[in-house]
């Protein structure tokens, strides 16, 4: 697990921006599953303006979305179509993108055609997650089983509140998802995590440092032999220096 500490929010989104953008060079037609939510809103703005500047070219580049809201239509103002097409695919070219059917009559059936897709791609080149502050990643909420694929999720309470400023109200929130589920990120060749904030300083501790379980999601990363945290000053405010070091060791042993 590398871990990559920055000075600010502008420093992390640049960071990750850069990790991409190393990837589609090396790989132009690399095969990447974003997310949405206010971590990765840098991350898109800056590769954008790199795609604008003719820096960086993602037009043979397959985005694949984490995860999607069920029974809302997809031009809702909260849907994560919406969301995407907004702060990022509005501003750049890509080779294809993929994101969750909202209105899906079956979504069980829905969710298999998404992992079949990934598939058919050749598999996630990398993930780029954020950091829920209950611990969860996609939608993957405390106690989904870490051999989960792409699978309808039960939001939790705190997750819907968070949202609740989106959709006008707590009443108007979601309580389903369609989300790729633990197994489908870890299988991913390279994941990508980016944690900004105080807030989620606590929960990245418990995450990177705590014991893998199902109760803190994230946890789960500890497992995986190709893992990138970069995380701000604010985020890091209760990592110790031996603790960096004892989260470097302890992933090493483990993907050994």
Known sequence: ???VPVKSYGDLSREAARKIAHLVLTKPSAVIALPTGETPMGMYRVLATWVKEGILDLSQAVVFNLDEYLEIPPSH???FRRYMEERFLDHVRVGAHYIPDSEAEDPEAECRRYEGLIRD???LDLVVLGLGPNGHIA???PGTPFESLTHPAELSPET???QATHFGGLDKVPRRAITMGIRTIMNAREILLLVAGEGKAGILQRALLGPVTTEVPASVLQLHPNVTVILDQEA??????REFYLIVKQSSRKAG
């Open 1 to 3: 697990m590398e871990i």
């Open 77 to 79: 103002p909260g849907s």
């Open 121 to 123: 791609h050749g598999g």
């Open 139 to 141: 939608f993957n909420e």
């Open 160 to 162: 819907r509140v968070r």
């Open 236 to 241: 890091a405010s209760k990592l110790s220096r």
